[in-house]
């Protein structure tokens, strides 16, 4: 079993930058045991939406069009850490963001296709 755990969210005023790091961690965590890590959010009311995604090993991310060319989506394999480095944040930023691990291939863009999830860390864009 592998476990997520996300870390670095907080207040931000619109165009501040914020950090988010996931780190993955369990006994069976191994170059095949996870395919992408992916990063959600979500606001009350609303579905969990893909914001952005890497492969595990190697291969293209993904990026929503809503955080295209503002977000980087990195990863730190010797720390088994995905960082999401969030620039130029908008009130409509403003969500709980959850990490989550994609098992198989090919890399999923529904919340469905992850599992495990991490708890989830809030950002707050706000005046």
């Known amino acids: 079993q592998i476990q997520l755990a996300e870390s670095g969210g907080g207040l931000a005023r619109p165009g501040d930058s914020l950090r988010l790091a996931c780190t993955v961690s369990?006994?069976?965590?191994?170059?095949?045991?996870?395919?992408?890590i992916g990063w959600f959010r979500q606001v009350p009311g609303k579905e969990r939406v893909l914001v952005a995604a890497?492969?595990?090993?190697?291969?293209?991310?993904y990026y929503s069009d809503s955080v295209q060319d503002r977000f980087t989506i990195s990863k730190d394999n010797a720390e088994n850490t995905v960082v999401l480095q969030m620039n130029h944040l908008k009130p409509e930023d403003t969500a709980v963001y959850y990490c989550?691990?994609?098992?198989?291939?090919?890399?999923?863009?529904?919340?469905?296709?992850?599992?495990?999830w991490g708890p989830g860390t809030l950002v707050n864009v706000s005046t």
């Open positions: 989550a691990a994609d098992r198989l291939p090919p890399m999923g863009r529904r919340a469905a296709d992850y599992q495990p």
């Open positions: 369990g006994r069976t965590l191994d170059q095949y045991s996870v395919f992408a």
């Open positions: 890497i492969p595990w090993r190697t291969g293209s991310s």
